[in-house]
């Protein structure tokens, strides 16, 4: 690879010659990191002429260079940064700060101190990775996946994949979400009242932007996901947590001066109850009752293989209270980040404005790949042979568990995960870590509390990507841990 001469500089108040300072900058290019070993330098007329300078000069520094080797001359091919120079020093190390920025001072709103679970980059090398949100590799269609991003990348489909949609999207890709993904979930919407996004945690914050800021006041459920407390957490006004029962959000908890709830009806995140048709009606008529919206998080809908998904509850909706979020990044893969919200008119296109100033739309051929994939029949398929392959491992969760005498705390028709509790006084934050060491990954519980107090003793075990002749081990691993 060749350097191009318009990344080097001169330096006005640099002491020393023209000379060295050529050779300080190619020698700390190589000691940064920045130059690597074999890449071409810039020829000596080109790299003089582009700093103003005497050809000579440069020829004496690269002179200099050579004789310490840390360039060599490769005759009319050139210079370039030779094999024997030294090693960057600041390799995998960081850059010590020692600029005079007070940033407690500049930062108006902090992010990072947000608790999270942090899956580690090498998870596939856990011989028992129960970890929550990871594709499967086994199950995934890649060779139609494929074919399709293909497709999407034809002359046929070229003003579909480089076109500035702006605040628009992919009319395929939402044809298929009105035709097909809503009307399973017994939602009929309009193209104008469907807006897609970058998966149901964006989302979540465009609902969030739009609806709330100070004065006002939004429910969330306890536990809730991580994502959706710090979104919350930082748009100002009153976040209230309400702690959930064995039938989801309970609306008599719900206080008057709400303006919107957050709640996952279907398919509650962490615990995976689902809120009973009852407590559903009864949810809409307290909106009507107290005025106030509902965003309902429908992210996993599709697996729910034990027994049909119940009716989302936007589809029970009769004065459009409430905003449908749904997300592809779940059924197909994370890595997608696709989603879609479904709402009013009103709010719709105050959230595709908001949109179109943050990011304008999501990746037109993303749109497009997706919306052939999922439009020629392969992505219900897909989630036919995920959810019999979730079910199988569902089945031998449920016996390892029974077997070692692990608590489960939250049932549900189906999901992914099991929502898991150690005995009082567990750390499992501790125990995470301890697991870590023999080769598994859970999830320690304390972060989908909202709460400044939360109790330590919760887990999460996520059966999406661990293969089925490895988790009755997993479990006797964790089990023993435990002490159970």
């Not at 809503?182 to 807006?195: M, N």
């Not at 964006?202 to 932007?209: D, G, I, P, S, V």
């Not at 119940?310 to 449908?324: C, Q």
Request: charged share 25%; proline share 6%; net charge neutral.
């Amino acid at each position: 690879m060749a350097v191009s001469e318009e990344t080097f500089f001169l330096d006005p108040s640099f002491e020393g010659t023209l000379q060295q300072q050529i050779q300080s900058l190619v020698a700390e290019g190589i000691l940064s990191g920045r130059l690597r070993s074999g890449e071409k330098l810039p020829s000596t007329r080109r790299l003089a002429r582009h700093l103003g300078i005497s050809r000579i000069t440069v020829t004496l520094a690269y002179t200099e260079l050579q004789a310490d080797d840390y360039i060599i001359s490769k005759g009319r091919s050139g210079y370039y940064v030779s094999p024997n120079a030294p090693q960057p020093r600041l390799t995998g190390q960081p850059i010590e700060d020692t600029g005079n920025v007070d940033w407690d001072a500049f930062l108006g709103t902090r992010f990072s101190d947000a608790e999270l679970f942090r899956k580690p980059a090498d998870w596939q090398s856990y011989r028992y990775p129960f970890i929550y949100g990871q594709a499967d590799a086994s199950l995934f269609d890649h060779a139609n996946w494929r074919l399709c991003a293909l497709q999407a990348l034809g002359l046929r489909d070229f003003e579909a994949m480089t076109t500035d949609y702006f605040e628009r999207d992919d009319p395929r890709l939402v044809e298929f979400i009105a035709r097909h993904s809503l009307p399973r979930r017994g939602i009929l919407a309009a193209p104008d009242e469907i807006l897609v996004t970058l998966g149901a945690q964006n989302a979540l914050w465009l609902a969030a932007e739009v609806l709330l800021g100070p004065g006002r006041t939004a429910v969330i459920e306890s536990p809730c996901y991580p994502g959706l407390s710090t979104i919350l957490g930082r748009r100002g006004g009153t976040v209230l947590p309400v702690p959930v029962d064995a039938g989801g959000l309970p609306v008599e908890a719900i206080p008057k001066e709400t303006d919107v709830v957050f709640t996952t009806p279907s398919h509650h995140c962490p615990t995976s109850v689902t809120m009973p048709l009852e407590r559903r009606r009864a949810l809409l008529a307290q909106a009507e009752a107290d005025n106030f919206l509902v965003v309902e998080d429908d992210y996993e809908f599709e697996m729910s293989f034990l027994t049909p998904p119940s009716p989302a509850l936007k589809s029970l909706d009769k004065e459009g209270r409430v905003i449908h979020i749904g997300s592809f990044s779940k059924s197909l893969f994370p890595g997608l980040r696709l989603g879609y919200i479904v709402g009013s008119r009103a709010f719709i296109a105050e959230a595709r404005a908001l949109r179109a100033a943050v990011l304008r739309h999501p990746p037109g051929h993303v749109q497009r790949t997706a919306a052939y994939f999922m439009s020629l029949g392969h992505y219900d398929a897909l989630i036919k042979r995920t959810a019999r392959a979730l079910a199988e491992r569902r089945s031998v969760m449920d016996s390892a568990i029974k077997a070692h005498g692990l608590q489960v705390a939250g049932e549900g028709k189906g999901g992914s995960s099991l929502w898991m509790r150690a005995p009082d006084g567990t750390d499992t934050v501790a125990l995470t870590e301890r697991l870590k060491a023999q080769g598994v990954l859970i999830e320690p519980g304390s972060a989908f509390f909202p709460e400044s107090e939360k109790p330590s003793e919760y887990y999460r075990l996520a059966y999406s990507s661990i293969r089925k002749d490895r988790i009755a081990d997993g479990i006797a691993l964790i089990a023993k841990e435990i002490g159970a």
